[in-house]
């Protein structure tokens, strides 16, 4: 069995070299095109957001909170730990940097194994100030709030879907102050944003030409086309959802699903971040989750919209 994976992955590398060498002029616009989205919609959006996100780990700003506002968030999601400050860290620093916290804060033992895989499904949250600005791009204000709000409600809603599957044991809530100084954090924290930028510039090139390559041997339309490239980077999909043809729903819907899901840059970089199949597995069944939820509620309101 080890002998044939070793055998595939030989004839996907050298049939990929071969794909790339056939459609070479591919890759010199599809570089370009990454880089002018990187720099229009992803750096403004994230930069500070990471930058922020960074001193208040540091720094421990939450900790305080935590000791009040945990235990009400535990009984209410039956979990245990500092769980409070880890949902609002997802919200701030959006995927994958979040499963990077969880999973170092399960190490730290300031939550147990069970949060942890429970926590992976219902934490996962795109950059809200990433969402706005490139949402903007294809639809109003009032629908673009709309879509946030519900791609955050369906993490609450399976968060209470995961709470019963588990008896939580107890762990207590660490409260260990931090006093290192802001303004030498800055400088690190400058740094550690723009290499996480640059690991997102290199997914967005990577899937930008393996998609662009698929499409130009596959011609897909433009629904399709947005679809297959939402699901391989959410940007990509997003950037280009006004080129579908019809009603603003199905735009809506189809932006709703993607963001949900996450697409496979982010998912590849949660599992190498992580490092942990197991645990991938819950991140992942939470997307699914997501996705099926955000968009079928996004579906039942607009429906009975129709009907008001």
Known sequence: MNKLKKILTIFCLFSLIFILFKYNYLLKPSVINSLTLWINKVFPSLFIMFIINDIIINTNILNALDSKISPLFNKIFNTSGNTFSLFILSIISGSPTNAYIINESFK????????????????????????????????????????????????????????????????????????????????????????????ILGCITFYMIISNIIIKILPFNNT????????????????????????????????????????????????????????????FLGRIYQALISTNTYIIIYIINCYI
């Open 224 to 283: 399709l086309t947005v679809v297959f490239k939402g699901l391989l980077e959410i940007t990509q999909g997003l950037n280009i959802i006004n080129t579908i043809n019809g009603k603003s729903i199905i735009k809506e819907i189809i932006a709703i699903f993607l963001i949900s899901f996450g697409g496979l840059s982010i998912h590849t970089q949660v599992l190498s971040l992580i490092n942990d199949k197991n645990l991938y597995k819950h991140y």
């Open 108 to 199: 730290k033992g300031q939550i147990t194994k069970e949060t942890c895989e429970k926590l992976m499904t219902y934490t996962y949250f795109s950059n809200p100030l990433f969402l706005y600005n490139i949402l903007m791009g294809s639809f109003n204000k009032s629908i673009t709030i709309k879509i946030i709000v519900l791609h955050y409600l369906a993490n609450i809603i399976i968060g209470f879907l995961e709470r019963g599957k588990v008896k939580e044991k107890k762990i207590n809530i660490t409260t260990k102050a931090n006093k290192e100084n802001i303004l030498l954090l800055i400088p690190k924290s400058i740094a550690k944003s723009i290499n996480t930028l640059l690991m």
